[in-house]
């Protein structure tokens, strides 16, 4: 008999446990109402209840009966329970089958109590984020723009950065929208009256020019840029290209050899320049003067054009130039092309964005109002996701009508195109209750809010025509027919935004553009290489959507995605060229996710690894348990002194004596130091103990033990990604009334081996995203 006491209080209730061989203990009779209280209080009311209030959690006056009546706290006893991270090491703890049968217990009744009572969530009005706003433009008015030059950067949330309730809206970016609105519309329509521009495209300086850069560029060239550009005119234009510069800024590296330079425009040759070939003395005299020269100006029809600029190979010449140390280190280079125009304007040309936009065209005069009116409606249609109603119509047109008196048709539709873009109804995403929704209750959104629900869940943009026409009939919530929308809608390209905009932020992917490898610690690194780790996961996760693989083939896929330079960088042979291949990896420690080195990278410090940081990114990422962060008094490990003798481990080991700090770190470290075999850029090496030990006593030896650590515990591993899945879907934080929704979406899922369209799917059926709570 265990008879427990809270602090300050009585005899709590008790129960009879069994102790088993493994030190485990579990109730010696079936799970009934008083064995679930007796493990509670056995295992866990001794810091859970009122007196400590440990976690905020008091489970010695919880109703263990009714968990449907308290969903936030029993929610997070089912997590703790279903990660095994309570009771914490030293103490007591339940069998497997305890653990199980308690969660299980719990789920259910939670399960059943959302299903009597749906609590879908009330979404905050959503602001488009910069990503959505830019892709929204370009299917709107079939306009390609850099945002990032337009607006500033977004607030994140729960790790991303569409959350509605993060996205406020300042003085500074409504000047903003409305500056971007009036550049767009005049770069859409086409405005003779623009007055020239340069736009300069660089290529980031410690970029190795050796080979052919891209399939955009002509076979048999090196190095080099290809620029997608718009022309906004019919009218002339002027190519700059400014060579590649060393360390200082102003030196032009590889002047002594002569090279051919070539600009093309849509692959077509503009102009072939004859580059260097001057005596050292009289390179380093004309430094200043050399790449002067190198501009051409042409015609260019309006709309988007391939600009390209890069170097003839010569295969006969020995590639770069030596430095001080007679090493063949620097290779000359193109360093940025700009794009000057437009001069001579001889109209707006026949754009895309153009075409897109004038969905007719008067004849005469008298046709004119009419055909306006269509123009600006559709406009309207298209940027509000909604159908326009007639009353709103008058107002739609006054920029029209006050432009058309006295300036031309084109004026009138970009002025009137303007407006739209600052519209609220454009800027905002607005669920409207219906008007005779109970206060409280739960109702399905419309057909038109599903649709903007599912094309900014996998695309990041406005519904297009065919999915807005279906939601306008009332047909989107057909079953049949939204789950042919849904698999229509993953199979365009623009569904890849779920790689660079979902899987960029859930697992911090987008920080490889900003780190900065210490020189010292990594000389090797280069621009190429930094790019090779970003593509190389970019290819992988599109291959597992279009593939339709099961989300643990993250963990335990045979294949990757390599060019040479990080073949070579992982130590792979037989893989030439800078195009991307498919590749069957034999290494068991380099398979999966977790052999990449884009996530090792941005999980180190500049000039190290860090298990720590490692172990952390797991917790919180894949594993949906995050640690605390750490007490502000307590130094980081970079900080502490007379260390520099040490391991890494020993460092560590150190750190830990601080029982403030052991709690956490007995449960990061060990997940990273699996990892340790991979440097800070993801180079495997040797010598290195990748050995730890798990606060409930699992011995984890290096990345092929980590993972199959994880998919033992797949269903933590899944219901995580779904959460994180989930949150960017609906734009806010997932809630503890969300996690019986989550539960069947992972529970339906594992039928089909937890597929990524089985996870889609059931994202889009659930109750949080098909429904809304009235206020």
Known sequence: MAVVLSAGSSVLRSGTFNTNADGTQSPSSPPSTSSRR????????????????????????????????????????????????????????????????????????????????????????????????????????????????????????????????????????LEKYLSAAGKISRLAVGDPSLSS????????????????????????????????????????????????????????LGTVEQRQLDIRLDGGRIKLFTVGGQSRVGAENAQGELDDSLEVRIPVKAGPHLVASTFLKDTVKTEGVLDTAGNRAFFEGVGSVSITGPYATKGPGDTPSRRRIFVCRPRRSRDEEACATTIITT?????????????????????????????????????????????????????????????????????????????FFLWSSSPDDELLSLAERGKLKEPAVLEQQVKRMWADSRANTLVSNFVGQWLHLRNIEAVLPDPAAFPDFDENLRVALARETDLFFESMLREDRSLLDLLRADYTFLNERLARHYGIAGIHGSEFQRVTLTNEERKGLLGQGSVLTVTSYPNRTSPTLRGKWLLENLLGSPPPPPPPDVPSLREEKDVSLLTMRQRLEQHQVNPVCAGCHSRMDPLGFALENFDGLGRWRTGVDSSGILPDGTKIDGPVGLRNILLNKKDQFVTTATERLLTYALGRGVEPFDMPAIRRIVRDAAVGDYRWSSLILGIVKSVPFQMRRAR
């Open 38 to 173: 007796a493990v509670l209080d056995r295992f866990c009311v001794t810091c859970h209840n009122t007196t400590l209030r440990t976690a905020g959690l008091q489970l010695d006056t919880a109703d263990v009966d009714h968990p449907g009546n308290n969903a936030a706290v029993w929610e997070k006893v089912v997590h703790k329970l279903r990660a095994r991270e309570m009771p914490p090491p030293g103490r007591p703890r339940p069998d497997n089958a305890t653990y199980d049968s308690l969660a299980s217990y719990i789920e259910t009744a939670l399960d059943q109590a959302a299903e009597a009572r749906p609590n879908p969530g009330r979404p905050a009005v959503y602001r488009l984020s910069r990503f959505q706003y830019a892709n929204a433009i370009r299917d709107v008015i079939a306009l390609d723009i850099d945002s990032a030059s337009l607006l500033p950067a977004d607030d994140s949330g729960y790790g991303f950065d569409n959350i509605g309730d993060v996205l406020t809206v300042s003085p500074l970016l």
């Open 197 to 252: 521009t340069s736009t300069e495209y660089q290529i980031p300086p410690a970029t190795v020019q050796t080979d052919r850069e891209s399939g955009d560029l002509p076979i048999g060239s090196r190095g080099g840029i290809a620029i997608r550009h718009h022309f906004p005119l019919d009218a002339e234009y002027v190519v700059k290209v400014r060579l590649q510069r060393g360390k200082d800024a102003t030196t032009i």
């Open 379 to 455: 406009l309207a249609r298209r940027a509000y996701r909604r159908p326009i109603n007639k009353d709103e119509i008058p107002s739609l047109m006054i920029p029209y009508k006050s432009a058309r008196d006295t300036r031309s048709f084109d004026d009138g539709i970009r002025l009137a195109l303007q407006r739209i873009l600052v519209s609220p109804d454009f800027l905002f995403r607005v669920e409207v209750d219906p008007a005779r929704a109970p206060s409280g209750s739960a109702y399905r959104v419309s057909d038109v809010e599903l649709a903007s629900r599912l094309s």
